[in-house]
T-cell receptor, first 116, second 110 residues
Framework: GAVVSQHPSRVICKSGTSVKIECRSL??????MFWYRQFPKKSLMLMAT?????????EQGVEKDKFLINHASLTLSTLTVTSAHPEDSSFYIC????????????FGPGTRLLVL | TQLLEQSPQFLSIQEGENLTVYCNSS?????LQWYRQEPGEGPVLLVT?????EVKKLKRLTFQFGDARKDSSLHITAAQTGDTGLYLC??????????FGAGTQVVVTP
């Protein structure tokens, strides 16, 4: 089956620094990748849709200048949390897929971010 | 925004018992997916249902999609400790965006 990887799996950073999270589709090309955020014991909340070669589409309430998304190739999307604060600490998960209605999305293993 | 409501939020049962998790919405979805998530990991797809009235079986798991494509259920027969996890339903809005339910935490004890 299709495999999606994320790197790093865990990251601890100081408040005010920026953190980059990578999402890669290992054995397929993903025209679209999605970024989610998940708080403890809560469900996944869609943050943004990342389209290869174009600007990301952000969900309402998500700051695009805070969460920078780049989808430079069909196998890689990155999420950069800029000037991180403790409230940005969360579990960030990406998914990848052709993103046509009814098509399966494949989820990465997630990245645990802790901002001190 | 299409909202998906899952019930119950938490379910604790003993090995060998049966359980059912429900996922309901007032909106129609082009497809609905069920995932299981372990702590610290990404969700793993269990099944996708597309056709109204569809029933899919995956070993001891039975998934139903409502006739109107607004609701779904997951039934586990003779639960095992390995079935413990967070079960999430997610509806596809036909543009590839998934709307997730709040999740049902299932705990199966020996």
């Amino acid at each position: 089956g299709a495999v999606v990887s994320q790197h790093p799996s865990r990251v601890i950073c100081k408040s005010g620094t920026s953190v980059k999270i990578e999402c890669r589709s290992l054995d397929f090309q993903a025209t679209t990748m999605f970024w989610y955020r998940q708080f403890p014991k809560k469900s996944l909340m869609l943050m943004a849709t990342s389209n290869e070669g174009s600007k990301a589409t952000y969900e309402q309430g998500v700051e695009k200048d805070k969460f920078l998304i780049n989808h430079a190739s069909l196998t890689l999307s990155t999420l950069t949390v800029t000037s991180a604060h403790p409230e940005d600490s969360s579990f960030y998960i990406c998914s990848a897929g052709p993103a046509r209605g009814g098509e399966t999305q494949y989820f990465g293993p997630g990245t645990r971010l802790l901002v001190l | 925004t299409q909202l998906l409501e899952q019930s119950p939020q938490f379910l604790s049962i003993q090995e060998g018992e049966n359980l059912t998790v429900y996922c309901n919405s007032s909106s129609v979805f082009s497809s609905l997916q069920w995932y299981r998530q372990e702590p610290g990991e990404g969700p793993v797809l269990l099944v996708t249902v597309v056709t109204g009235g569809e029933v899919k079986k995956l070993k001891r798991l039975t998934f139903q999609f409502g006739d109107a494509r607004k609701d779904s259920s997951l039934h586990i027969t003779a639960a095992q400790t390995g079935d413990t996890g967070l079960y999430l339903c997610a509806g596809d809005d036909s543009w590839g965006k998934l709307q997730f339910g709040a999740g049902t935490q299932v705990v199966v004890t020996p």
